[in-house]
């Protein structure tokens, strides 16, 4: 997997169906993830709108590649 | 029985990535019996080793950094001074990213460059030069102030301008494109010279000033560029003073996914929060790993992520993290205790004694480790 800022490989939208299991399985309503703002630059590389989860596979020193998933808020 | 191929695909969801490779290559030559026992083995101390629920993960990173930067005081004393590069180092350094200044003391932009611009000293120098600002200053051999007659002549220095690949109209261009002031530019072999139209010697020194000051080349903001060599990738990349990233991206040669700069406010904006979170883990990373204290990267995260999960770079302080806390206790907790108090009183603000802080404060059990647990069923 390649590479598109420093620290993150790879983002995506999760599709609405599988962000609600996501959020079932993590027992967490959509606000109580880490949020990223509508202008961020990854946001608009993605393609994502307020309200969509997006999938960020970041780079980790010691994993390699950690997850981390974020709300996409207005702003 | 699972077959090799089955246990093998299993791993590699629960274990990280390194691990799992570690492991297979391990149990490549043993028996299926060996190689299961192997596997118990690991997963047992894997899974043993990640961090429990209601564990005080923020209690033990304030520990990790905290503890080793009390040397770090005493040790930078040793250190000042020892590397050729201007950098904000130690304490300095790790106040400012903590407490997510808008701008470092020292703004450094580490340009990577795509191959084959970063393979030759004169590859990577010949994309510096496009980068380095160049100002009317630096090409000026000799400059004249003429009170009596209203104009400013500025002889240029050929030499100079030819390091850079300039030609004497390019200066002609730039300084005739300075706006705001009513100006007639005139050419003379490697001189140019200056007259106001209206003439007011008050004004001609700011002129004068302005015009020393003007860009000819290259990116606004970068003021010095220096070409370093990374042995461990064999290439060239260059060290800026002054930033513009926004500016450096554009650029054909630059390596977007390697170039950023140590200010959190500019990588926030131009490459992302993510890419901010990562900075910031990096940078505390440096600054201990430069004063000889290993401190683990993991604590060093925990710290980036509490600054940006709000989606913008956060200081950690009341300011920031803290003010972000949605009890009104643990915010008056931590500083100007009074003020805080009195503006929760003002909204109405209700205490939920959900957090550590405020739990103390009443004297209620924290939610920590076996306080996290509560009982569902009613007795």
Redesign the interface.
Same mark, same amino acid.
């Given at each position: 997997m =390649? @590479? +598109? $800022? +420093? =620290? *993150?490989k790879d *983002?995506s939208v999760i599709p609405r169906e599988q962000a609600k299991e996501l959020l079932k399985k993590l027992r967490l309503k959509p606000w109580q993830l &880490?949020? +990223? @703002?509508a202008s961020? &630059?990854? $946001?608009k590389y993605a393609g994502a709108r307020p309200g969509d989860i997006l999938k +960020?596979v970041?780079?980790? &020193?010691?994993?390699?590649?950690v997850v981390?998933y @974020?709300l996409v *808020?207005p702003? | 029985m699972m077959s090799r191929q089955e246990l093998l695909a299993k791993l590699l969801n629960l274990l990280p990535k390194p691990l799992y490779r570690e492991l297979e290559s391990a149990i490549r030559d043993l028996s299926d019996e060996k190689a299961l026992q192997l596997v118990y083995r690991v997963l047992k101390s894997y899974i043993s080793s990640l961090i429990d629920p209601g564990e005080a993960i923020g209690i033990v990173t304030a520990q990790s950094i905290g503890e080793p930067s009390t040397q770090m005081v005493l040790r930078s004393f040793h250190y000042a001074g020892l590397k050729e590069f201007s950098m904000a180092k130690g304490l300095p350094r790790m106040v400012e990213i903590v407490d997510a200044r808008r701008a470092p003391s020292i703004p450094l932009m580490y340009v990577y460059l795509k191959p084959p611009h970063n393979k030759s000293r004169d590859a990577a120098e010949s994309v510096a030069k496009k980068i380095q600002q160049v100002t009317v200053n630096a090409v000026a051999r000799e400059v004249d102030v003429d009170y009596l007659a209203g104009t400013i002549t500025i002889t240029l220095d050929s030499e100079q301008l030819k390091y850079r690949g300039l030609s004497v109209e390019d200066v002609r261009r730039a300084v005739s494109k300075i706006r705001g002031r009513d100006l007639s530019v005139a050419v003379q072999d490697c001189s140019i010279t200056i007259m106001l139209n209206t003439p007011d010697i008050l004004k001609l020194r700011k002129v004068r000033d302005k015009v020393l000051n003007t860009r000819i080349s290259g990116i606004r903001g970068v003021k010095k560029v220096v070409i370093q060599y990374d042995s461990t990738n064999n290439e060239w990349f260059i060290i800026t003073e002054g930033t513009n990233l926004e500016a450096v991206l554009q650029l054909e040669e630059v390596d977007k996914t390697r170039t950023y700069s140590n200010n959190l406010h500019e990588v926030e904006e131009v490459l992302g929060i993510e890419a901010a979170k990562a900075l910031i883990a990096r940078e505390i990373k440096r600054v201990l790993d430069e004063q000889g204290l290993d401190v683990d990267i993991r604590h060093m995260y925990l710290v980036a992520d509490a600054m940006t999960w709000s989606g913008r770079v956060r200081p950690i302080g009341r300011h920031g993290v803290v003010r972000a806390k949605e009890s009104p206790l643990a915010r008056a907790a931590f500083e100007v205790t009074v003020k805080t108090l009195l503006e929760a009183a003002m909204r109405g603000e209700p205490e939920h004694f959900k957090g550590v802080v405020e739990s103390i404060i009443a004297g209620k059990y924290t939610p920590i480790g076996t306080g996290m647990v509560r009982l569902l069923m009613q007795l």
């Open positions: =390649g @590479r +598109i $800022v +420093i =620290g *993150v *983002v &880490p949020w +990223i @703002r961020d &630059p990854l $946001v +960020i970041e780079e980790f &020193p010691t994993a390699e590649e981390c @974020r *808020v702003g | -």
